[in-house]
């Protein structure tokens, strides 16, 4: 065997390895834990099934269609959803196991490939592989997530048409999956600008912008998606998020900066502070790096 596979070999079993663990783990949950979520899932999933759309007790259904896509033809396939609840947490199992995946392509960026795999093997051993035993969008939401920061870091470093239009249809995934990954796409269109501030010999702007057209293209599209099409229709440019334009309406600002500080702190004790507190010699590492340009010739 050739010493190069063995890390991606290793990987492949530890993914499999994992989703089996985890969809064993959650058979032990026997009833939908989380009102009305999991109930609201499996029954978009059903009304899809069953050739009524996306539907919800007859009513329009504004939350995430590639999740209820997912569990679909398991329903279908099971026959009943009694049967299918268990097969809807395996597919929750192995959905989040194939995050490790494009989370190890994202670590091979900056590590060697036996790091990337210890990088990967973490990121799916954490503490919210629970959501596996919930018929809810998280494990689903991991996995979109983690490809579209995969297509974000392949563009940040050499933006193409191809990588462009990739970071467009991942994030347009993790969209599907859930509303809130839409600011993935402006984490990206910020992370370019701060790319062409910090590398040397940056091309000019006039010549940057020419190259990036597919992205200045998203950009006008949703500017006309969230200004234009309220002034014309009248809706209201929350509308893109769904149902959960309620969180929009109903937090004052300084909650929002309140709870975002407490979140902090929470991730802080989640990633047993070690990670937090290294990151800022990390980053004056890889500011340092981007500033003296790519190794590679």
Known sequence: MSSDRRPLLTLVAIAFGVALLYA???????????HPDEHIYAGAAASLGEGEGLRLRGERYELGPLYPAILAPILAAAGDRETA???????????????A?????????????WWSVGVAAFSIAIPSSMYVGLVMTESASYLTYSIALWAIVLALERPSTARQLGVLAAVALAYATRAQFAVLFAAYVLA?????IVVPRRPHLRA???RLW????AVVLGVLALVVRPLVTGASPLDAVGAYEVLFRGYDPLDIVKWSAYHLADLELYLAVVPIAVAPIVLVRLWSQA???????
């Open 24 to 34: 064993g783990a959650a058979q032990l949950v026997s009833t939908p834990r989380v």
């Open 85 to 99: 609840y268990p097969l809807y947490k395996v597919a929750n199992a192995l959905l989040f196991a194939l995050a």
């Open 101 to 113: 995946f494009p989370l190890y392509l994202v670590a091979r960026r900056l590590l060697r490939p």
């Open 192 to 196: 370019l600008v701060a790319v062409w």
């Open 208 to 210: 940057a912008l020419r």
């Open 214 to 217: 597919p992205t200045l293209g």
């Open 291 to 297: 500033r003296a340009g790519s190794r590679v010739a």
